[in-house]
C-alpha cells in the first residue's frame, strides 16, 4: 500500500498530524524502529528479504518495539488461514482485501491509541485457564496477578521457559465475559508466592472487546497517570538507567516495580518492565529496591 492511498483511506493520520514513511525492507523497517520507534506499523502483503509471518516474528522479538501496534493488509487472494498465522506470531490485527469504507481507519485509530490509553498497572487477582502455543504442550489453571494493556504478571503451577507463546483467558472483575489474548512470556517472576512459579507476560494481541475491558478496569483504578507519578525515582548505574516505582498496597505488604532501559536510550515512562520486589512497609519495599539494583552491577 502506497503513503497516498493509506491516507486517503485513513484520514486519521493526517488529522491527528502523524508522519508516514514508506521502507521497503525489514532491514530498513528494523534500523527505523530502534533508532526512532513508531506507534504503528502496517505491512503489505510482501517484503523482498523476508516472509510476512517471519517480518513480524523478528520484529517482536526486539524490545524497542513491544508498545509498537502490528497491522498487516493482505490482498483478497492471499493464502488461506495467513491471517492465523500471523496473529501467532504477534500482529495486533490482520485485514483482508476488499476492506470497507471505515474499517481500515477505524483499525489504525484504535491501535494508535493503545500505548497512550493507559500507562498504568494495577493488582488483579482472578483465574486464568492458560495453554502453551509453543514448546512443550501443557494447560494450567493459575491466576492473574498485576495487569496493564501491555501485559501481565501469572502466577501458575506449570513450569515453563522464556519464549513461550500461550494462549489464556481470564475474568476480570466487574468485566462482564471471559477476556482472551495471546502473550509471551519474557521473563521469570520469582516475587511471585510459593507454591505458584511467576512469569511476566507480554500481550502479544488482544481482541477489541477485551482490550476495551482492561482498559475499562485499569481506567477505573488509574485515570492515564502521568508517568512521572508513577515512579519514586531513578538510579543510574553502568549502562542502565533504572526506574524505581512508587510502593502499592498489596495483600501481604508492599510492591515496588523496577523498570530499566539502556542510558542512551531512557525517557521517562519508556523503561521496559524489570523485576518487582516486595517489603513489610513502604519504606522496607523501596529499600528492597534499592538493594536489587546494586546487585545488578
Do not use: C
Amino acid at each position: 500500500m502506497d503513503p497516498r492511498s493509506l491516507l486517503l483511506d485513513a484520514p486519521v493520520l493526517q488529522r491527528d498530524g502523524h508522519g508516514v514513511e514508506v521502507l521497503g525492507s525489514l532491514r530498513e523497517l528494523v534500523d527505523i524502529l530502534a533508532r526512532d520507534g513508531a506507534r504503528l506499523v502496517v505491512l503489505g502483503a510482501r517484503l523482498p528479504d523476508v516472509s510476512l509471518v517471519e517480518a513480524v516474528r523478528r520484529i517482536r522479538a526486539l524490545p524497542p518495539t513491544r508498545g509498537v501496534s502490528l497491522l498487516a493488509i493482505l490482498p483478497a487472494g492471499e493464502t488461506p488461514g495467513l491471517e492465523d498465522a500471523l496473529v501467532a506470531a504477534g500482529a495486533n490485527g490482520v485485514l483482508r482485501r476488499p476492506v470497507e469504507t471505515g474499517h481500515l481507519e477505524s483499525w489504525i485509530a484504535k491501535l494508535l491509541s493503545v500505548p497512550r490509553r493507559v500507562v498504568a498497572r494495577i493488582p488483579v487477582q482472578g483465574e486464568v485457564v492458560g495453554s502453551t502455543r509453543s514448546g512443550p504442550l501443557g494447560h494450567f489453571f493459575g491466576l492473574t496477578l498485576n495487569l496493564s494493556v501491555h501485559g501481565m504478571l501469572l502466577a501458575s503451577p506449570l513450569r515453563m521457559e522464556a519464549g513461550t507463546d500461550l494462549g489464556l483467558e481470564f475474568h476480570l472483575p466487574d468485566a462482564g465475559p471471559r477476556v482472551r489474548v495471546l502473550g509471551r512470556i519474557v521473563r521469570e517472576a520469582p516475587e511471585v508466592s510459593w507454591p505458584h512459579l511467576g512469569y511476566g507476560i507480554e500481550f502479544l494481541y488482544v481482541p477489541p472487546e477485551g482490550l476495551d475491558a482492561i482498559v475499562d478496569i485499569i481506567g477505573r483504578a488509574a485515570l492515564a497517570p502521568d508517568p512521572e507519578e508513577l515512579m519514586y525515582g531513578t538510579i543510574r548505574q553502568g549502562q542502565w538507567v533504572y526506574e524505581i516505582g512508587k510502593p502499592s498496597k498489596y495483600a501481604t505488604g508492599f510492591l515496588v516495580e523496577i523498570r530499566r532501559a539502556p542510558k542512551e536510550e531512557w525517557r521517562v515512562g519508556h523503561a521496559g518492565p524489570f523485576y518487582v520486589v516486595e517489603g513489610a512497609s513502604p519504606e522496607a519495599a523501596l529499600v528492597a529496591a534499592r538493594t536489587f539494583v546494586r546487585r545488578q552491577e
